[in-house]
């Protein structure tokens, strides 16, 4: 009876030490030490599909979508047009939910979702930015965005950045919440008011 329980305590104990490890090695390197600046609200799936089109991204583009949610942006791009992407999302609950939903469409090689603060990443390789984000976050994130390259996309939705004037102001309404949505599209260099 002994040497039953001894090798149970044993087991568990070796389990516990390697399975910790392999939970670690899982884990990214470095997390956000702060929490989400606002609560997720997703965008509607038929003004996804024109915030895509309007983004006028391309097969070999890098698309990214900072405060990325549930990854539906992304989703939708790499999906209609072969893209890559990155998003960003603070909250571990939702960035680990639009991995689950790449994996499911077999987009885990193309479109990744890390657990970024969207002020601290470098936008500059990104061809085209897609953005749900309070007006104060999307304009806070105005100079960032002058790193990109000359002629990179950003289409922001609901909210403009602050003093920057848009090359396109397209207003959706969606047959999912019957509201009208405003899609704003900007294209580098950023004009200033």
């Known amino acids: ?12 104990a070796f389990a516990l030490v390697f399975g910790s ?19 997720y609200v997703g965008t509607p799936q038929d003004v996804v599909y024109k915030m895509v ?11 990214c979508d900072p405060g990325c949610g549930d990854g539906r942006l992304l989703i939708t791009a790499a999906r209609r047009h072969g893209c890559r992407g990155i ?9 680990n939910e639009a991995r689950q939903i790449a994996r499911r469409h077999g987009l885990s090689r193309t479109v990744r979702f890390e657990e970024q603060d969207i002020f601290t990443v ?5 061809d085209a930015i897609v953005a749900y984000l309070l ?5 806070r994130l105005a100079t960032s965005f002058d790193k990109l390259k000359p002629g990179s ?20 309404l969606s047959n999912e919440d019957n509201v009208r949505h405003t899609i704003y599209v900007y294209r580098t260099p950023l004009k200033r008011e």
């Open 1 to 12: 009876m002994r040497r039953i329980a001894f090798a149970v305590i044993l087991l568990s």
């Open 21 to 39: 490890e392999a939970l670690r090695a899982e884990e990214p390197q470095s997390k956000p030490s702060r929490t989400p600046d606002c609560v």
């Open 53 to 63: 089109e309007l983004a006028e991204i391309g097969k070999g583009d890098l698309v």
């Open 87 to 95: 998003g960003y999302e603070l909250d571990p609950k939702l960035a």
């Open 122 to 126: 470098d936008y500059s390789p990104v």
């Open 135 to 139: 007006p104060d976050m999307i304009t």
């Open 153 to 172: 996309r950003i289409v922001a939705h609901d909210y403009p950045m602050d003093k920057i004037v848009p090359d396109k102001v397209v207003t959706v």
